[in-house]
C-alpha cells in the first residue's frame, strides 16, 4: 500500500490531440490543393458534348441498333468527403480537449 497518489495519465487530451492533427493535415489538404480535379473544361466544350449526345441519341432511334447512349461517369472528388470531414475532426478534438480540461488532466504526454 502506498501513500503517493497515483499519477493521472492524459487519456482525452492525448486522443483530442490526435485528433487535432487529423483535422489540420485535412486542412492543409484542401487548401494546398492537393487533391483537386482537374481544370473544369470551357463552356463551348461542354456545349459540343452536350450536342454530340443529343446527336447520337437522335440517331440510336433510327438505327435499328439502338443502343442507348451511357454518359460516362464522374471520377470520385474526395474534396466534399474531406470538406465535412476536417470540421468533424476539429469539433472532436475540441470536445476531448475540454473534457481533458474539465477532469484536471495533466499536460505531459505520456
Sequence with gaps: MSLAEQEQRARFGL????????????????????????????????????????????????????EPVAPESKPFNPTKLLMILTPVLAGIAVVLGGISLFRHEPTVLP
Excluded: W, Y
Design 15 to 66: 486522443v483530442g490531440f490526435f485528433f487535432g492533427i487529423g483535422a489540420l493535415v485535412v486542412s492543409i489538404l484542401l487548401i494546398s490543393g492537393a487533391l483537386m480535379p482537374e481544370p473544369q473544361q470551357s463552356v463551348g466544350t461542354s456545349i459540343g458534348e452536350i450536342a454530340r449526345d443529343i446527336k447520337a441519341a437522335a440517331q440510336g432511334v433510327f438505327v435499328e441498333n439502338s
